[in-house]
């Protein structure tokens, strides 16, 4: 849900939960880096940051497989 609400542009703010496991751990401290998450401090701020935008990134991995199936297939 994180990913959906950076795609918003909005503030998002993060509270911190026990459990979880080091790929969400991951997850988390990239989307903080990014300037895309805060922890909750018990009061609401306001930040901006780039929205993500992967499309560009996932087209190009799908055009690169489909092409590399198109090439295999003809040989």
């Known amino acids: 849900m994180i990913s959906e609400a950076a ?7 993060i509270l911190g939960l026990d459990g979880g496991n080091a790929k969400l751990a991951r997850f988390h401290e990239a989307m903080q880096k990014a300037g895309v998450t805060r922890p909750f401090s018990g009061r609401i701020e306001t930040w ?19 092409l590399s199936r ?3 297939r003809e040989r």
């Open 48 to 66: 901006s940051y780039p929205v993500p935008d992967d499309t560009a990134r996932a087209g190009a991995a799908l055009r690169a497989l489909a």
């Open 7 to 13: 795609a918003t542009g909005k503030p998002v703010h």
């Open 70 to 72: 198109f090439e295999h």
